[in-house]
């Protein structure tokens, strides 16, 4: 099997177990929250604090494959993952499920970046879209079985087994990568510790108080002044890098036009997409009195309009290019979701699954362009920062959206004095998700249009590639 696909299938064993894992609690956030005697909306904190984890851990990623080999640490990762999921089969708590969903964290945030990076440097910037496909289809399965196997396991079993499943395909991708991986590797530079320091423990600070303000989890003068002391410590990194020789995260790649519209850009959109698993299962069982089987079959549907997206997803970008895919999907893609809102619980279910299906659709073609646009100027010796960045950005957005969409509820409960997970709360809860996924349509306005030719695999009107437009290392 060439290279473009072999790569991608064995680095998805590690997309596929990490999004079939946390797709599937997300349909058993009910049954967790009866058992451990919570609000399920509280469990948003279980969601969260593993995508904090993946963006404290993900800027190293970079530095520690190098400095191991991406080989090593891809199998490291995996091994740590498989030992978190261990930790939250056996938890008895939210505190210990939330210490458990970290230390999954901390494997994730080197499996798929690692994995990524492998990708990035050995498969030609001419086939890289084509290589991400096949990367992101095998991986799609596991959204697809995530939600009807959670639903299945919660119904029928106990919801434990989320959990466990994830063994047996997590050591298949141990034994691929150490039989096929390359253990590429490239002179560490020295570690940023400070700047280690100030990220992962600001990041951490920062969203554990926006996720708690208000919740009566913690003391509020407690998540408030987490919050504060967190935004001084990012503010305090920006100041560092500036002035850093090598720091960890380069925010000097911002000034390249496809990586700031890419992750700027898509960082937005994720902030409602980020808040989907959270709210739709939640609006499906608790909103419209389905069962977490019933709920996981109908939400299925949507993994599956992604993975027949990504077979068309490289022949829509050479037709109509970079920058008018991603504008006016933005704008497609985030009205589907705010219209998620307007289900009842009288609507058919066919229905449901036909719009979920055809967000899904967009949704997918949106992920795809994003993660290829990101890299179209960044030189070969910076893909590791940029991949660094680009990673950490998503799970940050990822995990604001998830408690933006918890306080919308919230929000919406306290001014109509309904319930807060009743059907009508959702309604808000959408649209204002799907507006925050809406801006991203502003920063892809501003791509150049010719924006990632050569990745599209368009022409020059004299009918040669055009030629890559590589930067070299952005002045910070």
């Known amino acids: 099997m060439r290279q473009e696909r072999l790569l991608p299938l064995i680095v998805?064993?590690?997309?596929?177990?990490?999004?079939?894992?946390?797709?599937?609690?997300?349909?058993?956030?009910?049954?967790?929250?009866?058992?451990?005697?919570t609000s399920p909306i509280a469990l948003k904190l279980a969601l969260t604090t593993y995508l904090v984890a993946l963006a404290v851990f993900i800027p190293v990623s970079g530095w520690i494959a190098d400095r191991f080999g991406a080989r090593s640490t891809f199998m490291l990762a995996i091994g740590v993952f498989l030992l978190g999921s261990i930790g939250c089969a056996a938890s008895v708590s939210l505190p210990t499920l939330i210490a458990a969903r970290f230390v999954q964290g901390m494997g994730g945030a080197l499996m798929v970046p690692v994995g990524r990076l492998?990708?990035?440097?050995?498969?030609?910037?001419?086939?890289?879209?084509?290589?991400?496909?096949?990367?992101?289809?095998?991986?799609?399965?596991?959204?697809?079985?995530?939600?009807?196997?959670?639903?299945?396991?919660?119904?029928?079993?106990?919801?434990?087994?989320?959990?466990?499943?994830?063994?047996?395909?997590?050591?298949?991708?141990?034994?691929?990568?150490?039989?096929?991986?390359?253990?590429?590797?490239?002179?560490?530079?020295?570690?940023?510790?400070?700047?280690?320091?100030?990220?992962?423990?600001?990041?951490?600070?920062?969203?554990?108080?926006?996720?708690?303000?208000?919740?009566?989890?913690?003391?509020?003068?407690?998540?408030?002044?987490?919050?504060?002391?967190?935004?001084?410590?990012?503010?305090?990194?920006?100041?560092?890098?500036?002035?850093?020789?090598?720091?960890?995260?380069?925010?000097?790649?911002?000034?390249?036009?496809?990586?700031?519209?890419?992750?700027?850009?898509?960082?937005?959109?994720?902030?409602?997409?980020?808040?989907?698993?959270?709210?739709?299962?939640?609006?499906?069982?608790?909103?419209?009195?389905?069962?977490?089987?019933?709920?996981?079959?109908?939400?299925?549907?949507?993994?599956?309009?992604?993975?027949?997206?990504?077979?068309?997803?490289?022949?829509?970008?050479?037709?109509?290019?970079?920058?008018?895919?991603?504008?006016?999907?933005?704008?497609?893609?985030?009205?589907?979701?705010?219209?998620?809102?307007?289900?009842?619980?009288?609507?058919?279910?066919?229905?449901?699954?036909?719009?979920?299906?055809?967000?899904?659709?967009?949704?997918?073609l949106q992920f795809t362009s994003l993660n290829a646009i990101s890299y179209a100027e960044v030189q070969p010796a910076l893909m590791g920062q940029a991949s660094s960045l680009a990673g950490m950005m998503q799970q940050l957005s990822l995990s604001i959206g998830v408690a933006i969409g918890g306080y919308a509820l919230q929000t919406a409960a306290l001014f109509s004095g309904r319930p807060e997970t009743a059907a009508g709360n959702f309604t808000v809860a959408f649209a204002v998700v799907g507006a925050c996924s809406a801006l991203s349509a502003f920063w892809m306005w501003r791509l150049p249009a010719d924006a990632g030719q050569e990745m599209a695999g368009k022409a020059k009107p004299g009918g040669e590639l055009a030629e890559p437009k590589i930067a070299q290392r952005p002045a910070t």
């Open 12 to 37: 998805a064993t590690a997309l596929f177990i990490e999004n079939m894992d946390s797709t599937a609690i997300a349909t058993a956030l009910p049954a967790i929250a009866t058992e451990f005697n």
């Open 118 to 364: 492998v990708l990035l440097r050995t498969v030609p910037k001419s086939e890289l879209v084509v290589a991400l496909s096949w990367l992101t289809i095998p991986a799609l399965v596991g959204p697809m079985l995530g939600p009807p196997l959670g639903g299945l396991i919660v119904t029928w079993f106990d919801w434990r087994w989320i959990f466990l499943i994830n063994i047996p395909m997590g050591l298949l991708g141990i034994a691929l990568a150490w039989r096929y991986v390359p253990n590429l590797r490239e002179p560490p530079g020295p570690l940023d510790g400070i700047g280690f320091a100030l990220s992962g423990l600001g990041l951490a600070l920062a969203l554990f108080g926006f996720s708690t303000v208000g919740q009566h989890l913690v003391p509020l003068p407690l998540a408030l002044g987490c919050l504060a002391v967190g935004v001084v410590l990012l503010w305090a990194y920006v100041v560092h890098a500036r002035r850093h020789v090598q720091p960890l995260l380069d925010l000097g790649l911002f000034r390249l036009p496809t990586f700031r519209a890419g992750v700027i850009g898509g960082s937005l959109f994720r902030i409602g997409v980020g808040a989907t698993p959270f709210l739709l299962p939640l609006m499906l069982q608790l909103g419209f009195g389905l069962n977490p089987l019933q709920s996981g079959l109908i939400t299925f549907v949507s993994a599956a309009g992604a993975m027949f997206m990504k077979t068309l997803a490289a022949t829509i970008l050479r037709r109509y290019g970079f920058r008018r895919v991603l504008l006016v999907n933005a704008l497609i893609a985030s009205a589907l979701l705010a219209a998620f809102g307007l289900f009842r619980a009288d609507t058919p279910h066919l229905f449901v699954s036909a719009v979920l299906l055809v967000s899904g659709c967009f949704r997918s």
